[in-house]
């Protein structure tokens, strides 16, 4: 049996490190296709390295464009690499344009497909990746869903129970396998900041980057907490973000702090010590979520309704008062039940996999 891993981002480097290392502990012929969706050192190659995770055995280099230039230049080159490498099944992670390119060629060149992070929904189709995970859901083999509620969205889809499995995030395992190796950063002491003295930031989502007023609404709801608490606020801006504020010429409060975007170790370490953390990450949701700090989501569609439920996490959109309020509302909750699953997802994924495609 050969597996084919397609990754291309940031969070999808992260989330399919527990897979890609339970693949070589294993010895299992596996290779790893990178688009190159995710090219800058900061968003890419760090977490090769901080991981330790081999190289991918393809790079595609597709790079940065309209989402039909990304797409496409994606299907052509994945359609090379399958047609040569033929594997048995390939995995994909998450909703971004490399996971609908990935499941899209397999589907075509009748490879199986596991879609690892299955299920999730916001319903709002003017998300780019609402469409790709619908999509990718319904041309899936294999649907690895993070949590029961996932499953339910995917049974009331009409998907066939047989292709749903029930496996936890490997969020979860990220976090457990990296969350000592973060305690030893030194990201508080550069930044000179205080265990529990500073609120963390990130928002990079189109549907509120690429509008002036959404963007600006974030910029004056940051504003508002910090006249309200006093505490400085870091931002690891994501370049999406970086290139519209300079073209939108919006200014930036004092109180937020700048900074590049991190390596996953001093993200997590940012993350686990802030007073709480403000976001559209998917991602940092469920961290979060993890690792008990409170969160407010600058979004107005949740797609990890579990955060919600257990008390994690508010939603908050982007009205700047409302902000605030999610703040006021959040700051001093700290115990809830992680419902992301036990850190043991990739190894779960892997056994699916490999029971499946045994003749
Ligand atoms: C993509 C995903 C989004 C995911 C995010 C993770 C889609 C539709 N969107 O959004 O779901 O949450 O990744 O971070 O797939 N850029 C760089 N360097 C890079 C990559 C991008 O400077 O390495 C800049 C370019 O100006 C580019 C812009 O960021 O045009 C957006 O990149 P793109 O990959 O198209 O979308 P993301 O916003 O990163
Ligand atoms: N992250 C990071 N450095 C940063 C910001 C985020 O390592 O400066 C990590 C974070 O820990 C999480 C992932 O990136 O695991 C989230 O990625 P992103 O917000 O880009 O995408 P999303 O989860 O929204 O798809």
Not at 11 to 32: A, N, Q, T
Not at 43 to 56: G, M, T, V
Not at 174 to 192: F, G, S, T
Not at 295 to 318: K, M
Request: hydrophobic share 35%; aromatic share 6%.
């Amino acid at each position: 049996m050969k597996i084919a891993i397609i990754l291309g981002t940031r969070p999808e480097i992260i989330k399919m490190s527990p897979i890609i290392r339970e693949c070589k502990k294993r010895g299992l012929d596996y290779f790893v296709i990178h688009t190159g969706q995710h090219y800058s050192y900061n968003l890419d190659r760090i977490f090769f390295q901080e991981l330790k995770l081999p190289q991918p055995r393809y790079n595609l280099n597709v790079g940065s464009g309209s989402h039909a230039e990304e797409t496409g230049k994606m299907l052509i080159k994945i359609e090379n690499v399958l047609v040569k490498e033929k594997p048995n099944i390939t995995l994909v992670q998450g909703d971004t344009n490399t996971v609908l390119a990935g499941a899209l060629v397999a589907s075509k060149l009748h490879i199986k497909i596991g879609h690892v992070e299955a299920g999730l929904r916001s319903y709002d189709r003017k998300m780019p990746e609402e469409i790709n995970r619908v999509l990718t859901d319904h041309i899936s083999d294999y649907l690895f869903a993070p949590t029961k509620y996932a499953e339910s969205t995917l049974l009331g889809e009409g998907i066939s129970k047989e292709k749903i499995f029930v496996t936890g995030n490997t969020i979860v395992d990220a976090v457990n396998q990296n969350l000592e190796l973060a305690k030893k950063m030194n990201i508080l002491n550069k930044l000179n900041l205080k265990k529990k003295g500073y609120f963390l930031v990130t928002a990079h989502r189109q549907e509120n980057v690429d509008v002036k007023e959404r963007l600006s609404n974030v910029l004056k709801g940051l504003d508002l907490v910090h006249r309200e608490f006093g505490l400085p606020l870091v931002y690891p801006i994501h370049p999406r973000t970086k290139k519209r504020i300079r073209e939108f010429r919006l200014k930036v409060p004092n109180c937020v702090r700048l900074i590049e975007p991190v390596g996953f170790l001093e993200f997590l370490q940012l993350e686990a010590n802030a007073k709480l953390v403000l976001t559209d990450s998917g991602g940092v949701e469920e961290e979060t979520c993890i690792l008990r700090v409170p969160c407010v989501t600058l979004r107005d569609s949740i797609d990890r309704p579990e955060t919600l439920d257990v008390g994690s996490n508010f939603l908050a959109g982007v009205n700047p008062e409302k902000i605030l309020d999610g703040v006021k509302n959040m700051i001093t909750k700290r115990k809830w039940v992680n419902p992301f699953g036990d850190g043991k997802s990739g190894k779960r994924i892997i056994d699916i996999v490999c029971q499946e495609n045994s003749e």
